[in-house]
């Protein structure tokens, strides 16, 4: 009898294979005390343990093929650094000496310390690296332990379904280069490494399908819809029918899509569109070229800022600006450092206890004012990197005109600093904001302005909104873009930017989801960024869209009169 389960969606695609169990789970980590003596010898252990993890990382990434999109070798770069953080392993050896205990039970100490920090941080995307911390300390916890992990590094010859509690992204990436087809996960969700790699690899994947590894038999067939995030176990004739028929059909799409990369984003009326692309490193600038990307709509800083003791230095943040910025062909916006106080920016000095919730407290913008020197070198290294290309710098988490005049302000001074010292600035460096709290969104017609572009932020625009976290299991359902609420913000801040005549583009998960194109094209938007992998896409439901046609429909949505009219009219958007 066929099986029907549900998760979260995160990577599309359609599967059809054997169900391959990848057998992690938590290890049983004992902890006993270690007599003086022997201190030293387990330290010498735990050293070696670290030596090793290292070593099979080094491995992994010497296998990533060459033009493979930068940030999947990111991840394991990333995960390359925490196992060499000072933070892991001082603390760790710190725990071995002072209490007298194992290695093993010495560095879970040190992973729950690191993990709380992290749990502890606002913005969703850097909450979920908490995963990472995890498989950093299991890795190294299972050469302490020599427990081998059920991971069929080798074995894999004919196409499967990997279904696991969770995948570690070597593991992804060791498996994307055998049979391994989709990835099903008990836990997860769109923002955890294995939505992001899986997106980035092409592999259909579905998260957050608790209980998988009860469910699903092994070697038995599955199809997995990484769309709709159904897994269908056991599936007759006619089930898998239908899904080749799809999986055909997908394939076809794929090829017509890489017609359209030199095409303009130009609708059947006329109205031209930029796409722009969401990045992180400069070598995700030659994908989002490479997928026809009119330049770059988010480039995120906080990498440059984490698992590290200290801060990045003007200098280091110079050159790093300077090489994404003439490598980007077209505009670069750059956000500016988006982390929260629990993140110990100031080289771990902590200013207060621990906020109850973070979200709500002292992050993104209102962090870079109360520490000016932190945003100003930031700001010297940004206006610097201005001479190299078409800079555009977009300040996160604006709530009040207080804060942006106060940004601006100190914008201008940096840049009368650089001046006196002789160095090149841009003469003209356009500054926006991010319209990603509902407060922002109301005060849209008083903060166009005082600005030069607003970028809406959906990711936390829906969760500020409606109250919910996306990455908690327990309410991440509630997660609507479609909400009126949502939509009303999203309206209100275009129509305050046009009519303030100042652009206005989205680089939230909405804008490089084609399901809501079409609505955002109603909606006056012409300017978005996403991930490159989904420019294409979303470049051709702008080239088969009639945008006034569009914008006429968007009306009647809202001037429905109750929630049945309301949702009518939306469903009347499709094409």
């Known amino acids: 009898m066929s099986l029907w389960l549900s998760g979260i969606g995160v990577s599309r695609g359609i599967a059809i294979a054997r169900v391959q169990k990848l057998h992690g789970g938590d290890l049983e ?11 030293d010898r387990e330290v010498e252990r735990f050293r070696d343990a670290q030596n090793q993890a290292l070593a099979q990382l080094h491995e992994v990434r010497s296998r990533i093929p060459p033009g493979t999109p930068g940030d999947i070798a990111a991840f394991i770069d990333t995960h390359l650094l925490m196992l060499d953080d000072r933070s892991l392993v001082d603390a760790t050896v710190g725990h071995i000496r002072t209490l007298g205990i194992n290695a093993e039970a010495a560095l879970r100490r040190s992973r729950d310390a690191l993990v709380a920090v992290f749990e502890q941080m606002e913005d969703p995307y850097l909450r979920t690296r908490r995963d990472d911390v995890e498989h950093v300390v299991s890795r190294v916890q299972r050469v302490l332990t020599k427990s081998e992990r059920a991971l069929p590094d080798a074995g894999l010859t004919e196409p499967c379904v990997i279904v696991s509690d969770d995948i570690t992204p070597a593991d992804i990436i060791l498996l994307s280069q055998q049979s391994m087809l989709a990835i099903v996960t008990e836990y997860g969700g769109p923002l955890s490494h294995t939505a992001i790699l899986a997106r980035s690899l092409g592999i259909p994947a579905v998260v957050g399908l608790h209980n998988a590894r009860k469910l699903l038999r092994e070697n038995e067939t599955v199809i997995v819809d990484g769309e709709h995030g159904h897994v269908l176990a056991d599936p007759d004739a006619k089930a898998l029918d239908h899904y080749r028929r ?18 303009p984003a130009l609708s059947r009326d006329g109205v031209g569109v930029r796409l722009q692309a969401n990045i992180e490193l400069p070598e995700d600038a030659q994908e989002a070229e490479a997928n026809g990307a009119a330049g770059v709509g988010l480039y995120r800083t906080e990498f440059l800022y984490m698992n590290r003791k200290g801060l990045p230095t003007e200098e280091e943040q110079y ?12 505009p670069i916006t750059i956000r500016t450092l988006d982390l929260g106080a629990d993140k110990q920016v100031d080289s771990g000095q902590r200013h207060g206890p621990t906020p109850n919730n973070p979200a709500l407290g002292l992050r993104a913008i209102r962090l870079c004012l109360k520490e000016p020197e932190l945003f100003r070198v930031q700001m010297r290294a940004l206006l610097r990197a201005s001479a190299h290309g078409q800079v555009r710098i977009m300040l996160p988490m604006i709530s009040s005109l207080a804060e942006l005049r106060q940004a601006r302000t100190l914008i201008s001074a940096c840049r009368t600093e650089l001046a006196r010292e002789g160095r090149k600035v841009a003469d003209h460096i356009p500054v926006g904001a991010m319209i990603e709290v509902p407060a922002a969104a109301i005060a849209a017609p008083l903060l166009a302005r005082e600005v030069d572009f607003f970028s809406i932020g959906t990711n936390d625009l829906i969760q500020y909104t409606l109250a919910i976290d996306r990455v908690d299991d327990e309410v991440n359902y509630l997660y609507d873009p479609l909400h009126p609420a949502v939509l009303r913000l999203i309206r209100m801040t275009i129509e305050a930017g046009h009519a303030a005549g100042i652009e206005v583009g989205m680089c939230g998960e909405m804008a490089g989801d084609v399901r809501y194109t079409r ?16 420019v294409l ?21 809202f001037a429905a009169t109750g929630m049945d009219e309301f949702e009518r009219e939306l469903q009347a958007l499709k094409p």
């Open 519 to 534: 609505l955002l094209l109603g909606l006056g938007l012409t300017e978005f960024s996403m991930h490159p992998a989904n």
């Open 537 to 557: 896409e979303v470049k051709r439901a702008v080239r088969e869209s009639e945008v006034g046609d569009l914008r006429a429909k968007v009306d009647r949505v």
């Open 246 to 263: 799809k999986q055909d059909q997908q394939a076809e799409d794929r090829r017509l899509l890489q017609s359209l990369r030199d095409k």
């Open 319 to 330: 050159e790093a600006y300077s090489r994404v910025v003439s490598a980007v062909k077209g």
């Open 29 to 39: 980590i004992a902890e006993y005390a270690v007599t003086p003596e022997e201190l």
